[in-house]
C-alpha cells in the first residue's frame, strides 16, 4: 500500500536558519502530495500542495518540488522564524476518493 | 467562508460508553474524511463519505461507524469505548470527488 516517510523530529533551529524536512513516499501511479502543518492544540493547515511531477508547491515562504524520480518532496524555507515552530506533516492522495496517508510528523521548535 | 467546525471540542467518556461527533463542512463541500490522530499510530484514515455514500474505509473495528446527511453534515460514531480509542479526532471537507482537504480544529476524546 501507499506511504509516506518522514524524517524523524525534533528539529531544532535558530531564527533566520535554512529548513529542510525530507519526505519521500511509496506508491502506484501519480499521487497528490501535501504539507499540512499542525500548531498547538489545533487541527491541520494547508501548507502547500503539488499535484504532478515537477510541480513547485510555495507558500509563506515554504516551497517543496514533487520529485518523481526520487519519489521525495522535501520541505524547505529559506529563513524561519520563532512562529513556525508546529508540527509538518507529508501527506499523499491516490485514490479515486478523499483518503490522506501520512508521514509521522515533524516537531520544528525554532529558537529567537 | 466559515472553515470546518467540529463539536464538541472536548470529551470526556467512560469505557464502554458510546459518543458521537459531529462535523460541519465548509459551504459547498460535499465530500467529509474522518481521520484518529494518537501519538503512537499518528494520523490514521478512519473513512470518507460523498454526497451521503460512504466511499472510503480505513483499517478500523466496526465500532467505528458515520454518516452524512443531505446537508453534508456529518456524524461519527464509536460504540463500546475502549482506552485506546482516546484521541483526536479530526474531519476534513473538500468541495470534489478528488480535491484538497481542509480540516476542522478536532474534538479531542479521553476515554477513562
Known amino acids: 500500500g501507499d506511504s509516506v516517510t518522514q524524517m524523524e523530529g525534533p528539529v531544532t533551529l535558530s531564527e533566520e536558519a535554512f529548513l529542510t524536512i525530507n519526505c519521500t513516499y511509496t506508491a502506484t501511479g501519480y499521487p497528490s502530495l501535501f504539507w499540512y502543518v499542525q500548531y498547538p492544540g489545533e487541527g491541520l493547515q494547508l501548507l502547500l500542495k503539488a499535484t504532478k511531477a515537477d510541480d513547485k508547491g510555495s507558500n509563506k515562504g515554504f516551497e517543496a518540488t514533487y520529485r518523481k524520480e526520487t519519489t521525495s518532496f522535501h520541505l524547505e524555507k529559506g529563513s524561519v522564524q520563532v512562529s513556525d515552530s508546529a508540527v509538518y506533516f507529508c501527506a499523499l492522495s491516490n485514490n479515486a476518493g478523499n483518503m490522506l496517508t501520512f508521514g509521522g510528523g515533524t516537531r520544528l521548535m525554532v529558537k529567537p | 467562508k466559515a472553515g470546518v467546525t467540529q463539536t464538541p471540542r472536548y470529551l470526556i467518556k467512560t469505557r464502554g460508553q458510546q459518543v458521537t461527533l459531529s462535523c460541519s463542512p465548509i459551504s459547498g463541500h460535499r465530500s467529509v474524511s474522518w481521520y484518529q490522530q494518537t501519538p503512537g499510530q499518528g494520523l490514521q484514515f478512519l473513512f470518507e463519505y460523498f454526497s451521503e455514500t460512504q466511499r472510503n474505509k480505513g483499517n478500523f473495528p466496526g465500532r467505528f461507524s458515520g454518516r452524512q446527511f443531505s446537508n453534508s453534515r456529518s456524524e461519527m460514531n464509536v460504540s463500546t469505548l475502549e482506552l485506546g480509542d482516546s484521541a483526536l479526532y479530526l474531519c476534513?471537507?473538500?468541495?470534489?470527488?478528488?480535491?484538497?482537504?481542509?480540516f476542522g480544529p478536532g474534538t479531542r476524546l479521553t476515554v477513562l
Open positions: 476534513a471537507s473538500s468541495g470534489g470527488a478528488t480535491d484538497t482537504q481542509y
